[in-house]
């Protein structure tokens, strides 16, 4: 019997993943407010009675795909925060990983991108909690570091917000340029790091205004 039931589960796991999956790729050339059951169901080859066994509805499905996107940045997230190095290595390191981030996972910043401000109430509102939590993290990490020695809670929650808009920002430009061209990718990676040396020469002098 658990053999029965450790299998049934294993399918439906595996039909959950199928339909992400065609979701994820339905969405290369359009939106979720566009995008029906029926499409992603005859996608992966079941019924669409059988969709409703693991989302309630696409914006259901959108909001896991929302947490499996967004959900492979903490770990890039985290390695940023904890490089110690001089402000420049650091903001062109982590530039680097944004870049390399995106090439592993651009169908998902396509759909952050399109979807973020996208017809789907229940996506917007998880695409902007998890950004919400990106900057808790960020300001956290910030907090802790001498720099921000004086500043309010409020004032360091504001410069978390500023980097985390700024990498989404970077990781969208990066996933909008053409796949190969570097020349287009080197002038994103250029602008990318000024903007960021930007806020760090911002945060320095913040306290002398």
């Known amino acids: 019997m658990s053999h029965t039931l450790g299998a049934r589960e294993a399918q439906k ?3 959950r993943r199928a339909l992400l999956d065609a979701g994820l790729r339905l969405l290369e050339n359009q939106s979720l407010s566009s995008l029906g059951l029926r499409e992603v169901t005859r996608e992966v080859g079941v019924a669409p009675a059988g969709f409703y066994r693991h989302f309630r509805d696409m914006g259901d499905l959108g909001v896991a795909l929302v947490a499996e996107s967004l959900g492979s940045l903490h770990a890039m997230i985290r390695a940023i925060l904890a490089e110690q190095d001089d402000a420049e290595e650091v903001i062109a390191h982590s530039v680097r990983l944004i870049a390399r981030h995106v090439r592993d996972h651009r169908p998902h910043i396509r759909f952050i991108a399109r979807e973020r401000h996208g017809g789907v109430q229940a996506v917007r509102e998880a695409i902007a909690a998890e950004l919400s939590l990106f900057a808790d993290e960020v300001a956290e990490a910030l907090g802790t570091q001498p720099v921000s020695h004086g500043w309010s809670p409020e004032d360091v929650r504001m410069l978390a917000e500023l980097y985390v808009d700024r990498m989404l920002m970077t990781a969208i430009a990066f996933m909008e340029a053409p796949a190969d061209d570097t020349a287009a990718e080197e002038g994103i990676t ?19 205004t």
């Open 190 to 208: 250029q602008r990318a790091r000024k903007e960021l040396y930007l806020i760090h020469l911002g945060r320095r002098h913040w306290l002398d």
């Open 13 to 15: 796991q595996q039909t």
